[in-house]
Nanobody, 122 residues
Framework: QVQLVESGGGLVQPGGSLRLSCVTS????????RAWFRQAPGKEREFVAA????????NYADSVKGRFTISRDNGKNTVYLQMNSLKPEDTAVYYC???????????????WGQGTQVTVSS
């Protein structure tokens, strides 16, 4: 059974930074791509960033381009989301997901973590 566990969320001031981590346990042979999604209260879950198995292909939502960076360390079964220049509108629960391809649609992802809260506020 595949499990994804996120960590690293918290409260940060506008302009600050956070790094989220997502550790995978279990085998996910056909679900090697990883992605981050987020969901704010009363809103749909939205795509943030995705990365291929090799790390050579990445994909970002326009709203986070230039501020967020997705990366992975396959030796540690861990995917990261470095978030810089955070804004209040980045406040949401952030979810890690595993799927076959590094695409933007949430229905393409098979496995999901429980989420970690990120709050950007002064």
């Amino acid at each position: 059974q595949v499990q994804l566990v996120e960590s690293g969320g918290g409260l940060v001031q506008p302009g600050g930074s956070l790094r989220l981590s997502c550790v995978t346990s279990g085998r996910a042979f056909s679900s090697s791509a990883r992605a981050w999604f987020r969901q704010a209260p009363g809103k749909e879950r939205e795509f943030v960033a995705a990365i291929s198995w090799s790390g050579g292909n990445t994909n970002y939502a326009d709203s986070v381009k230039g501020r967020f960076t997705i990366s992975r360390d396959n030796g540690k079964n861990t995917v990261y989301l470095q978030m810089n220049s955070l804004k209040p509108e980045d406040t949401a629960v952030y979810y890690c997901a595993a799927g076959a391809f590094e695409v933007t649609h949430k229905n393409a992802y098979t496995y999901w973590g429980q989420g970690t809260q990120v709050t950007v506020s002064s």
